[in-house]
């Protein structure tokens, strides 16, 4: 069974040949992220327009190295939603074209599912697990049991990405600022600067908006900002921003006596995260999933598994399928 993944929900087109549940043939992404990056974060129109610029060459590429023709592509799986809605409509047009021409079935895959199911190309998916996915949009814990979703939480302001990128946009580090931070904030004290905990209404759910006006507050104090204060804030943040997503997990998956939490998101390649979650969880017996990191960004063979997934399960999507823009995690 060879599926085609397409994924155009926000700054990245990609296209990836997935043989089998389990082996990536081929995952081309083409990222504009040096077009937003004078703008300091996405610019919606320039995200579509690239998507309508790379994605026939980025699924040309994708056949090619997956040594394959078109025609024997089995299956057509598709981001539906959440995203920009412009970048969306870009992937899915052309794989309904797609279907269309090789009279192959269609199918439109959640985004954020598709961030958790990265983790299980190749590998052995837990009964029952807690899934956190943090990115650039989107925070929020989960349960998954046997194919079913349940939503516990979500961010209530900012995702934990979008503050990563609001606290260096502050520190004049410039977009995107999670990977930047991540490297800065090993050369940090960590206790330099204490952030209080934010409160929320649902056990579960995640506010970030504080920190980042906390840590505005910090830089406006003074005119200058040598290296080590900038080096010391990111340390700070990171610490505090780690430990919250790691408490909150932990919470979870004990409250639903799960023994695996799987983690999908671009936050997901961040090495605090990395280090302190799978240490704290081993204590309680519970074993952490991280991506590869090829995986953990944007990219289609994400979508192709979970697609396949779905189509196994027995779902069809048409031609009338449309993007979705404000999908949430678990639902179609
Ligand atoms: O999942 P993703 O590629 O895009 C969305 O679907 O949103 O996530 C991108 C986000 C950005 O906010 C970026 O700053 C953050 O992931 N990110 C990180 C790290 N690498 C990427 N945040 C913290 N630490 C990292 N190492
Ligand atoms: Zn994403």
Redesign the pocket.
Known sequence: MITLGIET??DETSVAVLKGRDTILSNIVSSSLFRHQPFGGVVPEIASRHCLEQIDFVFQEALTQAKIKSKQIDLITVTEGPGLIGSLFVGISFAKALAYQLKKPLVGVN?LDA?LVANFIGEKEPGKYIGLLV?G?HTSLSYHQKGKIKLLGSTVDDAAGEAYDKVAKLLGLGYPGGPVMDKLAAKGDAHAFKFTRPKQKGRFDFSFSGIKTAVLYQVQKTNSHPDSFVRDMAASFQYSVVNWLVEKTLDAAVYKKVRHIVIG??VSANSALREVLPARAKELGIEVRFPAFALTV?NAAMIARRGLELYQKGKRSNLKLMGKANLVMGKF
């Open positions: 929900s926000c985004h961030h990115s949009g998101g671009g944007d």
